[in-house]
């Protein structure tokens, strides 16, 4: 876990009194007929007499680390920055290369680029992460930088507009061709395999008694670049998360996202566009938690770009959510029976702008309950004029507060070039392909 170190007033002065006591004891050696050698030998080493805890502490650079004496920092292979404990440690990072070994509680996984001409990247580049100690449950891997080669890119157009679909590609979209990486789970469910952008995302793993391993695997010249903070959770420790969810969050409000969705989006009259490329990876099948802060007694969603297309398909802008087909030509949103490949499963989703309303505390008479949310647009209804929008809020009072993200191999229907939105995911704005980037947000009770 991560905290700053202390150094306190009390252990200030213990330290101070011992420093007097020693420099006392060895002058009154000095007055005795010894060799200056055997004197010598009589002098303990000062860093044998000061002892602190290896807590964790703050590099110059910003870095986490843990403090240790700098023989400690060397003979563990770490690098100190800084110094720690008043001056007596250092604060020591763990950075590894590909091929080794960690059992610290807190380390890095760095590759700092790899541009046309240089060697190319060891792949397989595997780290291994063992427990810091019996009792560690999970592991969590932040993606400070991560940048790989993305996957194979749809596009989705306007529907039924003049641009031809290649129908072959349905097979291969999504896919990470060139470059990929999955977190093992030796006993275990494995991470999903991930490529292309992902600064800023994060998995939390339960941690393997045969350790744990992250292999990316790399084709190709392009640059690469990953920094990713690993730092073990003991199994009392909630910040780690529940066990099986690949990511967690905390706090009372932030944004969740599908991996490889694009941080940034183009200005258009209105606000923000998500690309026509935006891409969301195949074979995905995790768990994302958040914690039930003191007092909250629901969780809201709400796409963090609207986007659409007008009813006449003039104005069209790409929003923050689209996943799989809609049953009819024009793209809308769909729910439970009708998501079958790709789709977010919401347990006990309400829609919060609807007739009737979801209110915390009461589900109430007539207020029609999801769970699986999918097709172009994040919404949920029996009435289906609000299944073409996408400024709805959905919510659930299920706890604990957790989604589900599932998408299958295929992101269209392989040789189907018509732009039929019911035909082609990547027919008609938002696309299918897209993915999710979600605002969320807790709810008082």
């Known amino acids: 876990m991560c905290f700053f170190f202390t150094f306190t007033g009390f252990n200030a002065i213990a330290i101070i009194l011992l420093i007097l006591y020693y420099v006392t004891l060895s002058r ?22 000061v002892q602190f805890v290896n807590g964790p502490c703050n590099t110059t650079a910003g870095r986490q680390g843990a403090c240790f004496t700098p023989d400690e920092c060397l003979s563990r292979g770490g690098m100190g920055a800084g110094t720690c404990a008043a001056g007596f440690g250092v604060c020591c990072t763990f950075s590894l290369a590909c091929g080794a070994t960690s059992t610290e509680e807190c380390s890095f996984l760095m590759m700092n680029g790899m541009a046309p001409g240089m060697s190319p990247i060891p792949s397989p580049c595997v780290y291994t992460i063992c427990r810091s100690a019996p009792d560690i449950c999970r592991i969590r891997f932040d993606f400070l930088m991560f940048t790989l080669a993305g996957p194979a890119v749809g596009t989705t157009v306007r529907r039924n507009g003049p641009d031809i679909l290649d129908g072959t590609m349905g097979g291969t979209i999504g896919d990470c061709l060139m470059d990929s990486m999955t977190i093992t789970s030796p006993g275990g469910v494995s991470s999903p395999t991930i490529c292309g952008s992902n600064t800023g995302q994060h998995m939390v793993m339960d941690a393997s008694d045969a350790c744990n391993q992250v292999i990316f695997t790399t084709r190709g010249m392009e640059t690469r670049n990953w920094d990713i903070k690993v730092t073990q959770f003991a199994c009392a420790n909630d910040m780690g998360g529940p066990p099986g969810c690949l990511q967690y969050f905390n706090g009372m409000m932030g944004t969740v996202s599908s991996f490889n969705f694009p ?43 609207a986007g659409g297309e007008s009813k006449m398909a003039e104005n069209m802008v790409q929003g923050s959510f689209g996943l799989s087909n809609p049953v ?92 039929m939105a019911m035909n082609n995911e990547q027919a008609g704005f938002p696309g299918g392909i897209v993915g999710f980037n979600l605002n969320w947000a807790l709810v008082s009770c």
């Open 328 to 419: 009819k030509s024009r793209p809308r949103a769909e729910d439970n029976k009708d998501c079958l490949s790709d789709y977010l499963r919401i347990p006990g989703a309400q829609p919060k702008n609807d007739v009737n309303a979801f209110v915390v505390g009461s589900v109430g008479e007539g207020v029609p309950t999801f769970s699986k949310i999918c097709g172009r647009y994040f919404a949920v209804s029996n009435n289906g004029n609000k299944r073409f929008e996408n400024n709805q809020s959905i919510c659930t009072q299920r706890t604990p507060f957790r989604i589900d993200f599932k998408t299958d191999a295929d992101e269209m229907v392989t040789g189907t070039m018509t732009n």
């Open 263 to 305: 941080s940034g989006g183009a200005v258009v009259p209105g606000g923000m566009a998500v690309p026509a490329s935006a891409t969301h990876l195949s074979n995905q099948c995790y768990s994302i938690c958040f914690r039930q802060e003191p007092g909250q007694c629901a969780i809201c969603f709400a796409p963090v770009v």
């Open 28 to 49: 009154g050696r000095r007055n005795k007929t010894l060799t200056d050698n055997s004197r010598e030998s009589k002098v303990f080493s000062f860093f044998q007499l």
